[in-house]
């Protein structure tokens, strides 16, 4: 919109050091995970600087949350596929059952979600923090959930990116076209007027995605 040239490179380099490596290492041990862990983030946009912010419930956050049950479905059939599942989310955001979370009322270092998110083979996500380090760590193949933002100009093409363009006809609206996207000034939020349908995924499309990437089918050879 400024007439800025596009970067030629979106992706950022995250690379921990073995202090950081080690004490994720020890948190694992200490869970005894005897299945692949898997990451979700299905809550953010929360902006926040300090961990009293993002404490703070009433803090206004951007427009992209999937919803709750919709989430919880997905969860649920991860588990049942044979992997375990840590939810990504500030104290203040809704817990997921059947999963692992980070420690109660407490907001980790980033370096330390680096490296948590390092650990896992998979991920599911929407357009905020995980996805972001996800592709700075150098992974690929999460499953990213898009609504009124854009993968084309926000995301990244080793993701999965997923977006519902039957459920909206004004996908991708960037709630509306501002700088701070769900901010109408005066401190009031956005509201979409078509109910958020786009973050409204069907559980099985999220799943059957992951899937064929993490535990694909085995092709059964055609009889002759």
Not at 30 to 41: D, I
Not at 82 to 101: F, H, M
Not at 111 to 138: M, V
Request: glycine share 6%.
């Amino acid at each position: 919109m400024l007439g800025l040239d596009i970067p030629k490179e979106k992706y950022g380099i995250i690379e921990l050091d073995e202090q950081e490596k080690n004490i994720i290492e020890t948190i694992f041990r200490n869970l005894k995970l005897a299945v692949p862990l898997v990451a979700v983030q299905f809550t953010g946009g929360t902006s926040y600087y300090t961990p009293q912010d993002a404490n703070d419930p009433s803090r206004m956050k951007h427009y992209r949350d999937v919803p709750h049950p919709i989430a919880q479905k997905i969860v649920d059939g991860i588990v049942q596929k044979g992997k375990a599942v840590i939810q990504i989310a500030l104290p203040t955001e809704k817990k997921l059952q059947n999963c692992l979370y980070l420690p109660d009322n407490q907001v980790m270092s980033p370096r330390n979600l680096f490296a948590i998110l390092d650990k896992c083979i998979g991920g599911i996500f929407i357009d905020s923090f995980c996805q972001h380090a996800w592709a700075a760590l150098g992974k690929k193949d999460a499953v990213v959930l898009w609504g009124g933002t854009n993968p084309v100009n926000l995301g990244y093409e080793n993701n999965i990116n997923l977006y519902n363009k039957e459920n909206c006809e004004n996908l991708h609206c960037n709630r509306p076209n501002s700088f701070m996207f769900d901010f109408i000034g005066n401190g009031q939020l956005w509201k979409c007027p078509f109910s958020a349908n786009c973050m409204k995924f069907k559980p099985d499309q999220v799943i059957n995605e992951f899937v064929n990437i993490h535990a694909p089918v085995p092709l059964t050879p055609e009889i002759v």
